[in-house]
């Protein structure tokens, strides 16, 4: 069965870095999708992706965070400065359609910023 | 702003007990439902879900939902719980008007089953 893979499983960064988190969704899937939890919180919805552009973007999602889907595969998300409250567990989906269905999940990067 | 609320955070149970875990939303318009579960060390499965149609939805190992418009809940039931089912379990709702859907999800609650 086809699933979501992110990489790395746990990414350790000094404040003030670059992170970048890949995530490689379900092959014939167009829906794309970034979320977080931080330890103790909910799962936050960060961002959608549909056609080469973001369709929706929660305020979480500032000038600090960027995504791409640079060749036909990969689905990655940019932190371009961390800070500590980036700490958090970052959740890849897909989904194959549009309008009701079903976002299938990636088993998280964890990001810890020192 | 749509919220999702789960007032049970920790929920431990004796196996065979019957399971109900409580979801409530709030939104005024039409809602797309999700529980989802998350086995540890493992990602967010699907357990079920509700679009349209007959509010009582069943899921996968034995899992059922209620959609209670009135109440705007959306329940989680087992009639017999097994310690496979440890877990934690969200319950998610999608109410974008965009293409993409975005999900809400409540905070979640663990589920512990003893043997």
């Known amino acids: 069965e086809p699933e979501v893979t992110q990489t790395p499983s746990h990414q350790v960064t000094q404040m003030g870095q670059e992170v970048i988190l890949r995530c490689v969704p379900i092959?014939?899937?167009?829906?794309f999708y970034w979320y977080r939890q931080i330890l103790g919180q909910k799962v936050e919805f960060l961002v959608s992706?549909?056609?080469?552009?973001?369709?929706?973007k929660s305020e979480i999602f500032d000038d600090q965070f960027s995504v791409e889907r640079p060749d036909g595969s990969n689905f990655t998300l940019k932190i371009r400065s961390t800070k500590l409250e980036d700490s958090a567990m970052y959740f890849c989906?897909?989904?194959?359609?549009?309008?009701?269905?079903?976002?299938?999940f990636g088993p998280g990067t964890r990001l810890t910023v020192l | 702003a749509q919220s999702v609320s789960q007032h049970n955070h920790h929920v431990i149970l004796s196996e065979a007990a019957s399971l109900e875990l409580g979801c409530n939303y709030s939104?005024?318009?039409?809602?797309?439902l999700f529980w989802y579960v998350q086995y540890p060390g493992q990602h967010l499965q699907l357990l079920l879900k509700?679009?349209?149609?007959?509010?009582l939805v069943k899921g996968i190992k034995g899992f059922e939902a209620e959609f209670i418009k009135s109440k705007f809940s959306f329940n989680l039931r087992k009639p017999s719980v097994q310690w496979s089912d440890t877990a934690e379990y969200f319950c998610?709702?999608?109410?974008?008007?965009?293409?993409?859907?975005?999900?809400?999800f409540g905070s979640g609650t663990q589920l512990t089953v003893l043997p």
């Open positions: 989906a897909s989904g194959r359609l549009a309008g009701p269905n079903e976002q299938f």
């Open positions: 092959s014939n899937h167009l829906y």
């Open positions: 992706f549909y056609n080469n552009e973001i369709s929706e």
């Open positions: 939104y005024g318009g039409t809602v797309n």
């Open positions: 509700y679009f349209s149609g007959d509010p």
């Open positions: 998610a709702v999608a109410i974008s008007s965009g293409s993409a859907r975005q999900l809400t």
